[in-house]
């Protein structure tokens, strides 16, 4: 405990000061208590002189205390000045230290920095001279590949002047070929005004729809009926229908005057003229090639021009209806494609129905086959079951003559107790 703090002084000054009133409170206490103890009385006088010298001697130590301490606080404020000077004393020195080394540091770094800046402006000078002479040789070698470029178009150019007067050749070619097709067209209008070739080009136009829809024995070209006529192409479909006939000579006469009238009366007369025509051209096809019991109860007539189809339909309808009540049917090239498609579903249908015996035992015979492999399934898996038992045993036995093996190797006989009670030990015990 440290009796220089002034707080811990205080406190046994009063301390000191309640234990002498309390002493005190016990004297009275024990003079009222007992009246006739003086040698008690003079004994604690003298303890009370005691106490009071001892009070004495606290006072002058706590004086001296208080002295001390205060010797000690201007002791410590002496020290401290005296190393607060020594430090300020330091700082300035450090200080003045620092200056002088910033300073020197200064100038080493200027001098590097000019040292760095003299060597920056060489190497810059290097530079510019290196890319100066990487540019100059990059403008040589781009006037070299100019001059390359310079004479390979000219020379694509010579190449493709020489295609474009091949090309100019062939444009001469077709040319000659688009002449020769004019030429053609002519021939074919002299043809289609002629009403035989006419006749022959709508037959050679149905012949070949006719031959790309329908398979090569399902029809006859220019075939003889039991009448004694011959028509153009007759489908052999079953009954029913029954064969059908097509019938290709389309009047075109009537229909190319009402075309080229200029007058509304040749008009009129143009129309009444197209209208007789296709109104005989169909009772025609209807008494020659519809034969109840031989042929279909209808017929086809082919128009190979779509345009007098269209025209027909539009604007000549009741010829149209006419013909479905006579049972001839209308066709163009188109229409006639469809319908002949539609045809050949019904022969396919009719020679599927012909074939439904033979697909018929196909199909059993299909079945049988189809039994007889899930039997040989059946089997089969019964031995790959077999095989697998077999091979589950192998293993395991193979697994336990391992492990036979292993004891032997290792003389663990004694671990080799007779799995059976037939098997014969290898040595006998003593007393067997």
Known sequence: M??????????????AGLLIALILLMLRSVLRQSSGASQQMVMLAQRVDQLSSGQDQLGGSLTTVVQNQAQGQNQITNLMEQRLGEVQLNLHENLSKVQRRTGENLATMQQQMSDN????????QENLANMQMRTNQSLSELHEKMGQSLMGNAKQTATSLTQLQERLATIDKAQENITKLSGDVLSLQDILSNKQTRGA?????????????????SYALQHTLPNGKRADCLIHLPNPPGPIVIDSKFPLEA???????????????????????????????????????ETAD?????????????????????????????RVWIVSPTTCMATLNTMRAILKDARM??????IRKALRNLHRDVELVGERAGKLETHLRQANEDVSGILT????????????????????????????????????
């Open 353 to 358: 129905r012909e074939q439904a015996g033979e």
């Open 2 to 15: 440290d009796f220089s703090d002034p707080q811990i002084q205080m406190y046994l000054l009063i301390a």
């Open 201 to 217: 080009f709508g037959e050679i136009q149905l012949n070949d729809i006719v031959g790309k829809a329908l398979p090569r024995d």
């Open 117 to 124: 800046l003299a060597t920056q402006q060489l190497k810059m």
């Open 298 to 326: 209808g017929a086809l007539m082919f128009l190979p021009s779509e345009a007098i189809y269209a025209e027909l339909h539009s604007k000549f309808s009741d010829l149209v209806h006419e013909g479905f009540a006579k």
């Open 397 to 432: 036995a193979a697994s336990r003559a391992g492990k036979r093996a292993h004891r032997l190797d290792n003389f663990d006989f004694e671990e080799l107790a007779p799995e059976h009670p037939n098997v014969v030990p290898l040595t006998k015990q003593p007393g067997e």
């Open 255 to 293: 229909y190319e005057a009402m075309l080229a009238s200029e007058t509304e009366a040749e008009l009129k007369a143009g129309i009444q003229a197209f209208k007789i025509s296709v109104r005989k051209h169909i009772n025609d096809i209807s008494d020659k090639y519809i034969i109840e019991g």
